[in-house]
């Protein structure tokens, strides 16, 4: 879009701070706009990340002259109140947090309550989804928390606008100069309002509490863990607190975890270039997805959260014409690598009964895993491998001997592109799907041939060759056939006419490093299958699945030859673990080739 007015938000924390700034600047300016052209017209604010600064970027200036004669309207956030019986105060919105987990409860009591009533299509649908609480209430509940010591200094923000009614528009304009420029001096700036200020008894500095601040909380806190820091926490600005304030209902998404203490974690979303519109509807819709995820711990709901936000990314670019998203983005399938960085994270900790400390913070990165989309097709394609992903991150138990690990390298690959962990999950994983299957689960998620293909092509198109290999699809149709297809007949009750061969990934990736000893490995393997199936066949007149011929052998070592036995061995492992598409066309007797 053509922006004719540009204000900049220096990046002075390196962390979610800056964020919270930026998305608050935006919504001023939303509001400034909204007031000054009296709710007519159309108006675009956009938020880019250029390096050292955030920019917002307005369609339209504003009116100096607007600004001068200014007139008061109320605050763009709410006040936080805690009890049902609390008066709001005059001149604000509020927020109570009794009222909002009395909806939450009775949403849930009334959820249980039709579980399994079939009620979709019906008025019983529309009546629960009437009960079902906003999507921010986690955000009241979490600003609420008496523990986090942070409502009563939000609340002293909110309240302080109010009492700027007679210098209403001075205020305006003196917060709008502080971004007006990349170089700007704030303590200049400040100067002439801060005298206007102290004669009414406003507080020109505000302390920064640890959640709109969570690089000057006490505590552990500093990017690198080489330093305790318990006496940092420092006053700021009143307006740069505000703004703050503000951001945190636009781009601040609190999840309480089920590790030891119930630990709240805050996931703040950074832009590289969103219109404040299109943030706000997937944000929406985001946080309305997020609080259904119960019962994660810290580690899993780092990866949920992430795989969640593409998912409603890529559903909202699936239902939103194309029109509406080229207006907005300048392209009509935007990829969600393309218009957000990641998450800010940070960890609150209760360390004692009566408070929460910022232990740690990090940064997800957003999988960039969608490729060129070329149609809505391809969104929704990837939309399944994202819910393959999900379904099968949601299966594994943490508190398993090997589930830890596995979610631990699975995040590694999620929110850092790091392929080798991905290979390394897909590996333990093979293992854990065996042994859930052995212990009598009838159905454990698994990625499919297809979702893997999809993935390695939009990320590592150098590996496709590979994959599209047909003696390698073959050698992997052995695997899958001699591990999990078996062990789901036996776990379904269902007779199996073959072996079931345990430890074979893991047998496949020890060898892996080795070309020598991984050829071996894999000839063994593969000459006990087709051993196998002959016998089977002569036994039972029965067989079920295809001989692996010497033309797939010597595709595979040429494969290896070229990639590396690593390589191979991964790809391997991954495909010969997953479901085909039409699995269950595999468990019928095939005909012998």
């Not at 986690?138 to 009614?165: C, E, S």
């Not at 819910?387 to 596995?406: T, Y």
């Amino acid at each position: 879009m053509d922006e004719t007015t540009t204000y900049y938000v220096p990046k002075r924390t390196g962390t979610y701070a800056d964020v919270l700034e930026a998305y608050g600047l935006a919504v001023l300016l939303d509001a400034i706009l909204r007031r000054m052209k009296g709710g007519q017209g159309s108006w675009r604010i956009g938020l880019e990340d250029a390096g050292p600064h955030y920019q917002v970027h307005l369609s339209e200036p504003i009116s100096q002259e607007w600004l001068a004669q200014a007139t008061y309207f109320r605050p763009p956030l709410p006040c936080i109140l805690r009890r049902a019986d609390e008066e709001p105060p005059e001149g604000v919105d509020c927020r109570n947090v009794d009222e909002t987990w009395a909806r939450v409860r009775a949403y849930n009591q009334q959820r249980q309550l039709l579980q399994g009533e079939g009620i979709r299509g019906t008025e019983l649908e529309q009546q629960l989804r009437d009960l079902e609480p906003p999507p921010d209430w986690q955000t009241v509940v979490f600003l609420g928390d008496g523990r986090m010591q942070a409502v009563k200094i939000y609340n002293r923000i909110v309240m302080q606008w109010t009492k700027t009614r007679p210098i209403f528009g001075e205020t305006l304009a003196t917060i709008l100069a502080l971004y007006a420029r990349p170089d700007a001096e704030p303590n200049a700036l400040l100067t002439a309002w801060q005298k206007r200020a102290r004669k009414l008894g406003l507080r020109i500095r505000e302390t920064a509490s640890q959640l709109l601040n969570p690089h000057q909380g006490k505590g552990q806190n500093e990017p690198k863990a080489n330093a305790l820091r318990m006496d940092n926490i420092k006053d700021r600005p009143w307006p740069e607190e505000l703004l703050k304030a503000m951001g945190l209902w636009q781009t601040l998404a609190p999840r309480q975890v089920q590790d030891n203490n119930k630990d709240w974690k805050v996931y703040v979303l950074a832009p590289l270039r969103m219109p404040l519109p299109g943030h706000q509807d997937v944000f929406r819709r985001f946080s309305a997805l997020l609080w259904r995820e119960r019962g994660n711990t810290s580690l899993k709901s780092d990866i949920t959260s992430l795989l969640l936000f593409v998912k409603t990314w890529l559903n909202y670019v699936d239902v939103t014409p194309e029109h509406a998203l080229r207006a907005l983005w300048g392209d009509p399938l935007p990829r969600p690598e393309r218009v957000v960085a990641g998450f800010y994270v940070a960890q609150f900790k209760k360390l004692s009964q009566q408070a929460y400390t910022m232990l740690n913070q990090s940064f997800l990165q957003i999988p960039a895993w969608s490729g060129p989309l070329r149609s809505k097709q391809d969104v929704r394609e990837i939309q399944q491998v994202i819910q393959e992903h999900l379904d099968v991150i949601r299966s594994i138990d943490e508190g398993h001997s090997d589930g830890f690990d596995l979610l631990r390298r699975y995040r590694e690959f999620v929110a850092g592109s790091d392929w080798e962990a991905f290979f390394d999950f897909l590996a333990g994983y093979s293992h854990d799907l065996m042994r859930r299957l052995n212990e009598g689960e009838r159905w454990v998620p698994t990625f499919t041939t297809t979702g893997l293909g999809r993935l390695i092509m939009a990320n590592r198109e150098a590996l496709h060759p590979i994959v599209q290999n047909p003696g390698f699809q073959n050698v992997a149709y052995a695997i899958r056939h001699s591990t999990i297809i078996p062990q789901s007949r036996k776990a379904r009750g269902q007779s199996a006419l073959y072996d079931i061969r345990y430890g074979l990934g893991a047998e496949l990736k020890r060898k892996a490093t080795v070309r020598d000893e991984f050829v071996a490995a894999l000839m063994d393997f593969l000459q006990s299958y087709n051993q196998e199936n002959a016998q089977t066949l002569e036994n039972t007149g029965k067989q079920m699945r295809r001989d692996i011929r010497t033309s797939d052998i010597e595709e595979v070592v040429r494969l290896v030859d070229e990639y590396g036995s690593e390589v191979v061995a991964h790809l391997l492992i991954a495909y010969g673990y997953a479901r085909e598409p039409r699995e269950e066309q595999e468990l019928q007797p095939a005909t012998a080739p």
